[in-house]
């Protein structure tokens, strides 16, 4: 019964922060030094994307939410670590989809991009994509109904009809961490 009640809850909450979602873009949440470089962390939730580009989003059934938001995740991004060496060159690993993955567990990616992909006045593609990151999952801890101070430390809840579990940041930020590891030892080699 109380499983239910926190269940009910969730949703509620997951649905009135979905909706105060003003800006679907990336958003800061975590900053770090890995060597001799910045790397800064940014989250672009989805369910806020997609509130804010389809306002129907609430009202379609659960069925409909849940495909709408597994398409998403398989062609966009979620996570963007944005890495400045202390030479101020910027690196950005992007962890996104991947398209060619529909079918299994561990469908995100992570693409490298010299440059800053936050900075629109430069078209930036990226020069490396690693395929097999060992991370998949549809609901992250960074998504805003996750941030309210009642629902930090939830690992698992309902969502439309769904028994999910919520992704932690902490396995993110160390496949990512050790990516940039890679990629500057690489770097540094040619």
């Given amino acids: 019964m109380r499983t239910c009640i926190i269940a009910v809850i969730v949703c509620l909450c997951f649905n009135l922060s979905l909706s105060a979602q003003p800006n679907p873009d990336f958003k800061k949440v975590d900053d770090f030094k890995l060597n001799e470089s910045k790397v800064r962390v940014y989250f672009k939730d989805p369910l806020a994307v997609l509130v804010t580009s389809l306002p129907d989003f609430d009202t379609k059934p659960d069925a409909q939410k849940n495909k709408l938001l597994e398409v998403y995740l398989q062609n966009h991004e ?19 989809g991947d398209p060619e993955k529909k079918e299994r567990s561990s469908f995100y990616q ?3 991009t010299d440059g800053d992909v936050l ?10 994509q690693i395929k097999d990151i060992g991370i998949g999952g549809e609901f992250f801890e960074h998504m805003a109904a996750f941030q309210l101070p009642q629902y930090k430390r939830v690992t698992t809840t309902q969502v439309w009809g769904n028994i999910v579990h919520i992704n932690r940041y902490a396995p993110i930020k160390e496949a990512l ?13 040619l």
Wanted: without cysteine; aromatic residues 6%; charged residues 30%.
């Fill in 78 to 96: 979620i996570y963007l670590f944005s890495v400045t060496s202390k030479a101020g060159k910027v690196t950005s690993y992007v962890m996104r």
């Fill in 110 to 112: 992570v693409e490298i």
């Fill in 119 to 128: 900075d629109k006045s430069v078209e930036a593609h990226p020069r490396k």
């Fill in 177 to 189: 961490t050790k990516i940039i590891q890679d990629d500057q030892q690489q770097g540094q080699k």
